[in-house]
């Protein structure tokens, strides 16, 4: 247990770099790898199993403390992101199989490192952890209404489909996860420090698993699909902050939301894509991951060394 504990810190502090070379591995060895691309469904949802298993009910207490400051972050969640992803995809003049994906990416909920990403940042992680699982219980329903909104011009877009595959990849997964840390918290908190090392390795196996099954359209125009997902992630996380500083938040608060927004679910988008719509769909899903990982490191690194007035001294 204590090398498995071990090997979940190292996989956290090196989450950037595996998950680069997971893409890598991926670019190298295409024909494995896109095997794999089937199992992302069944990788996601042990993932989605793990936060469930970390997540406790007081962890919502906040959205009756600070309903404010979870509403502000979730509606910046599910109103920036999808719109700066389909602005963006159309600006770049990209194909409906890679518009949809920049949507799907932007419509998915908070993504899985961003509680960390937060925590280093000196963030209000009370408020990351509760817009994570707000957003992430939200999702069934507003994930394939924005898809279906913003690309369904484009691809053909099934929403009822696209809630029934997030029901069953998210929100089961998590609510189980949630019941099992409820019933037999003692055992499931000794398995805790383990749960990193399941989420890397299984957003390293899915990064892998997309770039391989699409090797040719990355080689084509990556270069360009990779300047739309730094773009769509830095205004996302710009905006974010922009957001939460309109809504009267604190600077901790801000960070939070700042990252919240930013940081999306690839993993989601990515099986949503390969599930719903072409493999191709899922390569902006692949790149976010890779990309929105090291982002959020720099952005941690660079507020750690700016410290967080207090809350209340900050409100006076």
Known sequence: MNVLTSLAGLAGRWFAALVL??????LLAPGPTAALASAIPVILGVIMFGMGLTLRPADFAIVARRPQAVVAGVVAQFLVMPLVGWAVGAAFGFAPALLVGMVLVGASPGGTASNVVVYLARGDVALSVAMTSVSTLLAPVLTPVLVLWLAGSTLPVDAAELFLSIVQVVLVPVIAGLLLRWLASRWVERLLPVLPLVSVTGIVVAVAAVVGANVDALLASGLLLALAVVVHNMIGLALGYGAARAAGLD??????????????????????????????????????????????????????????????????
Request: net charge positive; charged share 10%; aromatic share 6%.
């Open 251 to 316: 600077t901790a608060a801000r960070r939070a939301v700042s990252v919240e927004v930013g940081m999306q679910n690839s993993g989601l988008a990515a099986s949503l894509a390969t599930t719903h719509f072409t493999p191709l769909a899922a390569l902006p899903a692949a790149l976010f991951s890779v990309w929105h990982n090291m982002s959020g490191s720099l952005v941690a690194m660079y507020w750690a060394r700016r410290p967080v007035a207090d809350r209340a001294a900050e409100l006076r």
């Open 21 to 26: 070379l997971g893409g890598v591995v991926g």
